[in-house]
């Protein structure tokens, strides 16, 4: 989700007698860019500086963008799909409400046929 990379700091200093606290970003260009897509993951933390200042240290996640395997084609039925992604065989279908119960049942039937035959197909091409 966030492309936000590197170490961003940010510096915790107080302004004048007021109990204001002022907050000043290093790298305020990537942090506003990724405010503006609307989320910045990551981890802040108050830490202590050498010279004994609090400084509030923002270190964003480096995460990689989830790819995903596209579904792969194993039969196409009359009003369905069979495919096959990473870890399911999906079974789609769909009928008409205004065929009649017998008749979808019939249909549902010969459809789940043709799907246990792609499959059937599918081990025995793996097989060999």
Not at 35 to 51: F, N, P
Not at 86 to 100: N, P, T, Y
């Amino acid at each position: 989700m966030n492309k936000l990379a590197g170490n961003s700091k940010l510096r915790l200093t107080k302004i004048n007698s007021k109990k204001m606290k002022k907050i000043e970003i290093i790298n305020e260009k990537e942090v506003l860019k990724a405010l503006k897509r609307g989320i910045v993951e990551g981890r802040l933390a108050l830490v202590k500086t050498s010279d004994g200042r609090n400084m509030i240290e923002f270190k964003a996640y480096k995460r990689k963008p989830q790819t995903y395997r596209a579904d792969k084609l194993i039969c196409l039925l009359e009003n369905g799909w069979v495919k096959e992604s990473a870890q399911r065989i999906k079974v789609h279908e769909s009928v008409d409400k205004h065929l009649g119960m017998a008749r979808i049942v019939s249909i549902l039937e010969r459809d789940m046929r043709d799907a246990k035959n792609a499959l059937i197909n599918l081990e025995l091409e793996e097989c060999l």
